[in-house]
């Protein structure tokens, strides 16, 4: 609802009454509502003054609303102001109306061959963009301007917001009446709505310079225009709206929008309300989470930057979406490390350990953007009492383990922590990867020798001063199933062994059979020489054409490549694979 201070409604008041001096009375409450808030507009610019607009989600129009005296109002939320002690009060604005149903009506064969005859073809001129067939058939009935078309109750406005027709809805919209743009279908949508909904801000610009309340006026599910444009994604229809809207939305709606945004990636929008209401940072969706505990499972958000000091000197440029999703982050945490350490910890901690949520998916950048800000965050431990070096190495993510090379002395205490189960870093290097990790390489082979890789890159390094990340005390050590980490490894991949094997011998056996063809054939063509040899001096008639030097060169690399490999084909399958 629309709060006016007495100042203001005096200023205003006196600037419509010189409009409508010769109307009646009913006309001049019609059009001193309309200046009202224009005026108001003017003063609250003017003086700064920061005023509660239309908070009922069914404000709409202002025509013959009932005004009357208020004390003490007062609002909530950061951004908006309590209004004076004395303020007008406009209320009972009334609903948007519904198209005209004359044309849908059943058992009526006049309004039926009308329909057929008139609304069909408008549906589809204004599919097509057609202005010059939709003109003249409305030339023939003007009411089908505000005329249900569709059984739907979509009029030719709605039809051509949404097929983004914009030369089409100029013309519609020079010929309607500013309220006709608020007519609603049977889902309570307005054209607006629909532009929203296709993203066309130029359509949208038209039909709010003739009625600037239609970004108000909520459409299906109660969803505002900006609502619907954020939901479907259109990134610069929900920017062009969020300043004609936002001021009508209590706590549920900024929040709900907010949250929408982060969903479909609108982080422009995001970190612009973030700006304005600093403690969306901390506010909570359905599932309680964060827009942080949303942001740190999505690692494919994030730009793959290579790390290199990256926590003293972390920044990036550009305006992609990986670059606004990572702005949007730090914004987000800049805001929470405002509040006291203990509300932080359990804020991240709960519903889940968005820390460890990162590291498990690999979100690098996330998990960069928080550690170079706060450091003693690489302190803390999951429930399973794992630090984020440790989660790293288990999930093999590369990436956040040489992490532990840029935080100095940390490390040798951070790398020196045992787990709930006593198993140090090297046990859980040595414990088979998840699936998803396993499957970026194809064949069991492959996927063995990457995990075999990646055990020695972990354990290897300790016998080097300058790149030693563990004890070689860690080598022996046995966790609570009396395993120490070679023990562990040889145990969780005995399975990936066997299957390494299997498909080793098999790839072998199918790759010596083609060496085998190869070498016959080739063995068989160094006897059958082209063009025949001399009967008097036996050597090739073409011995000294340069093709058949070619071919003999050839022949000779091809016998002796598919010998050799036969030879090391009948090698791998008479081994056996051992760790």
Request: glycine share 4%; charged share 20%; aromatic share 8%.
């Amino acid at each position: 609802m629309l709060y006016l201070t007495r100042q203001e409604w005096s200023l205003s008041l006196s600037l419509s009454l010189s409009l409508s001096l010769s109307l009646s009375l009913s006309r001049v409450v019609l059009a001193a509502t309309s200046h009202i808030y224009w005026s108001c507009a003017r003063v609250r610019m003017a003086t700064q003054i920061n005023l509660v607009s239309m908070s009922s989600p069914q404000a709409q129009h202002v025509p013959a609303a009932e005004i009357r005296l208020m004390a003490g109002a007062s609002t909530t939320g950061q951004g908006i102001q309590s209004p004076p002690h004395h303020v007008i009060r406009i209320t009972n604005l009334p609903q948007p109306k519904t198209p005209s149903l004359y044309l849908l009506e059943e058992n009526n064969g006049e309004a039926r061959e009308k329909y057929l005859r008139l609304c069909v073809p408008l549906h589809k001129a204004a599919l097509r963009g057609d202005w010059k067939t939709a003109k003249s058939i409305l030339s023939e009935d003007e009411k089908l301007l505000t005329a249900s078309i569709t059984k739907g109750w979509e009029t030719a406005l709605h039809i051509a917001a949404g097929a983004r027709h914009v030369h089409f809805v100029k013309e519609l919209v020079q010929m309607m009446d500013a309220e006709d743009l608020a007519l609603q279908d049977n889902k309570k949508n307005t054209a607006l709505s629909f532009a929203a909904a296709t993203g066309t801000v130029e359509i949208a610009e038209i039909m709010i310079q003739k009625n600037i309340f239609l970004p108000t006026i909520r459409g299906g599910e109660g969803m505002t225009p900006l609502y619907m444009a954020a939901l479907l994604g259109q990134s610069e229809m929900a920017e062009y709206l969020y300043p004609r809207t936002h001021e009508i939305f209590d706590e549920g709606d900024r929040n709900a929008l907010f949250f929408t945004c982060v969903d479909t990636g609108l982080y422009d929008l995001a970190m612009q309300m973030l700006g304005n209401y600093t403690t969306l940072a901390t506010v909570r969706n359905g599932a309680n989470e964060t827009a942080l505990h949303v942001l740190a499972r999505r690692p494919s958000e994030f730009a793959n930057q290579s790390s290199g000091l990256w926590i003293w000197k972390f920044a990036y440029k550009g305006n992609s979406k990986q670059t606004k999703a990572l702005q949007l982050v730090q914004q987000l945490w800049k805001e929470i490390l405002k509040l006291d350490d203990q509300v932080v910890m359990s804020l991240i901690k709960y519903p889940s350990q968005l820390l460890f949520d990162a590291t498990r998916l690999g979100n690098f950048e996330f998990l960069a953007a928080l550690l170079s800000a706060y450091p003693d965050l690489f302190w803390e431990l999951d429930e399973n009492k794992r630090s984020i070096i440790h989660v790293a190495v288990l999930h093999r993510h590369a990436s956040i383990f040489n992490l532990v090379h840029e935080i100095g002395f940390i490390k040798d205490f951070i790398t020196a922590m045992s787990d709930d189960e006593d198993n140090n870093i090297l046990h859980l290097a040595a414990k088979l990867a998840p699936q998803n990790q396993l499957n970026l390489v194809s064949g069991a082979a492959l996927q063995m020798q990457r995990e075999l890789v990646w055990f020695e890159i972990i354990m290897l390094p300790m016998y080097d001063r300058v790149k030693k990340i563990v004890q070689p005390l860690s080598t022996e050590m046995k966790n609570k199933k009396g395993k120490t980490p070679r023990e562990l490894f040889t145990s969780e991949h005995k399975g990936l062994l066997h299957k390494g094997e299997s498909w080793m011998k098999n790839t072998a056996k199918s790759c010596m059979l083609v060496a085998t063809i190869i070498a016959t054939v080739v063995f068989s063509a160094a006897f059958s020489i082209p063009g025949g040899i001399a009967d008097k001096t036996g050597a090739p008639n073409f011995v000294k054409e340069t093709a058949f030097l070619i071919f003999a060169i050839s022949d000779g690399v091809a016998l002796f490549s598919s010998s050799t490999s036969m030879l090391m084909f009948l090698y791998i399958l008479t081994s056996r694979l051992v760790l």
